[in-house]
């Protein structure tokens, strides 16, 4: 089990900002693939972006150059800063992690995940 606690969503107009964390319990040395997901209604789920062991980092096409996947090991806590936000970015964000999973296989889905943040975006 790695428990994932995600916070940090909420509710913003076109063009703002928010940074969503994830406290991760269990497994704390976070040197393995995580990521963020985000689930649309009406939409398939989605790989937003994941970061591996060394912090090599993969985005999905639609928030390159806007959002920024990191990770602080010594507060065991997964980040993603939003800026610029559109809405379209409107979802529920979920983190997950993989522990046995040192490199990330792109945006696939990973094995354990977290509660889900809500983001809504207004024009």
């Known amino acids: 089990q790695v428990p994932l606690v995600a916070s940090g969503g909420g509710s913003v107009q076109a063009r703002g900002s928010l940074r969503l964390s994830c406290a991760v319990f269990g497994y704390t040395h976070m040197r393995y693939c995580m990521g963020w997901f985000r689930h649309a209604p009406g939409n398939e789920r989605e790989g937003v972006a994941t970061i591996d062991s060394r912090g090599s980092t993969i985005y999905a096409d639609s928030v390159k150059g806007r959002f920024t996947i990191s990770k602080d090991n010594a507060k065991n806590t997964l980040y993603l800063q939003m800026n610029s936000l559109k809405p379209e970015d409107t979802a529920m964000y979920y983190c997950?992690?993989?522990?046995?999973?040192?490199?990330?296989?792109?945006?696939?889905?990973?094995?354990?995940w977290g509660q889900g943040t809500q983001v809504t975006v207004s024009s």
């Open positions: 997950a992690a993989d522990p046995y999973l040192p490199s990330c296989s792109g945006l696939s889905a990973l094995g354990y």
